[in-house]
């Protein structure tokens, strides 16, 4: 959460997050503004509840979104700590 305020209080622009499982941290940087692509493998409704500015970013399109499972987020993390290539790359 510290890293979260940081980044909103400095004021940085167009992040990408990418997280297995959005938390409320991502959420807070959505709603400060940090963030213009979230990549994750959906969002956890525990103790901080529903992400109401991740929600509110679909909405309303302004938050560009790439929602994959648990699982596959793993894997594409395992895939680039090994230095495979994605079927993105180009390549």
Known sequence: MAFAHEIIRQGTKKLTVSQCVAGMDADLMVGGGA??????????????????????????STLI???LSSLSMTFRYLAGSLGLLSSQSGL
């Open 35 to 60: 963030v213009e692509r979230i990549v994750y493998g959906g969002g956890s409704r525990g103790r901080s509840g529903q992400h109401q500015c991740i929600g509110r970013g679909i909405e309303q």
């Open 65 to 67: 979104t790439e929602e």
